[in-house]
């Protein structure tokens, strides 16, 4: 988060990251719990979000710790949080059967942008004016800060689904997994999956990963794509009001979980 960040600040538990420029984007502006919440209650850990995030009209938090997140599950849903369980999944097996991996291809910012701001307008949260826009053009903070890249599958020449890739060192990161409704069905989610996970291998990733709501059906593709479950956190996120909108894979103004190499 470091490198995606214009600011940090140091809490009791952890660190609150913010991107002055992109203040929507919730991945963009929260904190994060690495360490443990010792005695602090929920009331205790809402005041200091408060207190870091006062002026942002969201508050999300993530905790490591799966069991300080169920600690203050109950208190942080009184103050109006909603709850994601958040798997986290790494390649440790073959896919059940191989994918197409010369139909996905690496695409550029430029191309990708176009379909990003497509994918979100999507959303229910994406009709808002600006807001596509701004989650397309945060790419460039990925690229920039991370060296995020893109891999993508093109149906009739139009793109139809994408994913993104992280790397730093031997960790990599597979991110933000989209398909676009009408090409759903033709295996595009696995293909570009796999040929992301291609990739940070020759790029010397020992450790390939990525995030799954533990509740929602991605998380039966990943496994059987190889991936197993390593870990569990918890994400606590508090909208603004009126727009509390079902959370799956890119939903809401995050599109992005703790990047590896942040």
Same mark, same amino acid.
């Given at each position: 988060?470091?490198?995606?960040?214009?600011?940090?600040?140091?809490?009791?538990?952890?660190?609150?990251?913010?991107?002055?420029?992109?203040?929507?984007? &919730?991945?963009?502006?929260?904190?994060?719990?690495?360490?443990?919440?010792?005695?602090?209650? =929920?009331?205790?850990? @809402?005041?200091? $979000?408060?207190?870091?995030?006062?002026?942002?009209?969201?508050?999300?938090? *993530?905790?490591?710790?799966?069991?300080?997140?169920?600690?203050?599950?109950?208190?942080?849903?009184?103050?109006? &949080?909603? #709850?994601?369980?958040?798997?986290?999944?790494?390649?440790?097996?073959? =896919?059940?059967?191989?994918?197409?991996?010369?139909?996905? *291809? *690496?695409?550029? $910012?430029?191309?990708?942008?176009?379909?990003?701001?497509?994918?979100?307008?999507?959303?229910?949260?994406?009709? *808002?004016?600006? #807001?596509?826009?701004?989650?397309?053009?945060?790419?460039?903070?990925? @690229?920039? /800060?991370? /060296?995020?890249?893109?891999?993508?599958?093109?149906?009739? /020449?139009?793109?139809?689904?994408?994913?993104?890739?992280?790397?730093?060192?031997? +960790?990599?990161?597979?991110?933000?997994?989209?398909?676009?409704?009408?090409? %759903? /069905?033709?295996? +595009?989610? %696995?293909?570009?999956? $796999?040929?992301?996970?291609?990739?940070?291998?020759?790029?010397?990733?020992?450790? +390939?990963?990525?995030?799954?709501?533990?509740?929602?059906?991605?998380?039966?593709? &990943?496994?059987?794509?190889?991936?197993?479950?390593?870990?569990?956190?918890?994400?606590?996120?508090?909208?603004?009001?009126?727009?509390?909108?079902?959370?799956?894979?890119? =939903?809401?103004?995050?599109?992005?979980?703790?990047? =590896?190499?942040?």
């Amino acid at each position: 988060m470091q490198r995606t960040s214009t600011r940090e600040q140091a809490l009791p538990w952890g660190t609150a990251y913010f991107h002055d420029g992109f203040p929507l984007r &919730y991945d963009a502006n929260l904190a994060i719990a690495q360490r443990p919440l010792g005695s602090s209650t =929920a009331d205790d850990v @809402v005041a200091t $979000l408060d207190g870091a995030y006062d002026g942002f009209r969201h508050r999300e938090l *993530e905790v490591v710790s799966a069991a300080d997140g169920d600690a203050i599950a109950m208190g942080m849903a009184q103050h109006g &949080y909603a #709850i994601e369980h958040l798997l986290v999944m790494a390649l440790r097996r073959d =896919a059940d059967r191989e994918s197409g991996l010369n139909v996905a *291809e *690496e695409a550029g $910012l430029g191309e990708m942008q176009p379909f990003i701001e497509t994918v979100t307008r999507r959303e229910p949260w994406g009709v *808002e004016p600006g #807001i596509a826009e701004m989650m397309a053009a945060y790419r460039q903070v990925l @690229v920039d /800060g991370i /060296g995020a890249r893109f891999f993508a599958q093109r149906v009739d /020449g139009t793109l139809g689904g994408s994913c993104e890739l992280y790397v730093e060192g031997d +960790i990599a990161q597979i991110e933000d997994v989209n398909t676009l409704e009408e090409f %759903r /069905g033709r295996g +595009i989610a %696995r293909n570009v999956v $796999l040929r992301a996970a291609d990739e940070a291998r020759k790029a010397g990733a020992t450790l +390939i990963f990525l995030f799954a709501d533990a509740e929602d059906w991605p998380r039966h593709l &990943y496994g059987r794509l190889g991936f197993d479950e390593i870990g569990r956190s918890r994400l606590f996120t508090r909208w603004p009001e009126g727009q509390a909108p079902a959370r799956g894979d890119g =939903a809401a103004m995050t599109d992005g979980k703790s990047p =590896a190499a942040g």
